[in-house]
Nanobody, 115 residues
Framework: QVQLVESGGGLVQLGGSLRLSCKVS????????MAWYRQAPGKQRELVAS???????RYEDSVKGRFTISRNYDRTSTWLQMDSLKVEDTAVYYC?????????WGQGTQVTVSS
């Protein structure tokens, strides 16, 4: 079993910053990909950023240059630094990891950007 708990969401003004955290526990060995997704009201869940092994992180086009994904060495934590936030970044953000081909999700954390 793999458990993921996100934190760090909240209400922030336009142009502000937030740092999301995801703590991974349980069977954490052999996690390959760590990622952040988001889902805005009425929209499908979308990939925001991901990091696999030692490869270069990947970002959704609208967040490039503003968001940064990182993780620790043993892959028990991942973070999403979000700068220059826009109203359209408002969504529930979910942490996601892939282990042995299985996908695991956190419960999500709300991010609201006000104008």
């Amino acid at each position: 079993q793999v458990q993921l708990v996100e934190s760090g969401g909240g209400l922030v003004q336009l142009g502000g910053s937030l740092r999301l955290s995801c703590k991974v526990s349980g069977e954490t060995s052999r996690i390959t990909t760590m990622a952040w997704y988001r889902q805005a009201p009425g929209k499908q869940r979308e990939l925001v950023a991901s990091i696999t092994g030692g490869s270069t992180p990947r970002y959704e086009d609208s967040v490039k240059g503003r968001f940064t994904i990182s993780r620790n060495y043993d892959r028990t934590s991942t973070w999403l630094q979000m700068d220059s936030l826009k109203v359209e970044d408002t969504a529930v953000y979910y942490c996601n990891v892939i282990r042995y081909g299985y996908t695991h999700w956190g419960q999500g954390t709300q991010v609201t950007v006000s104008s």
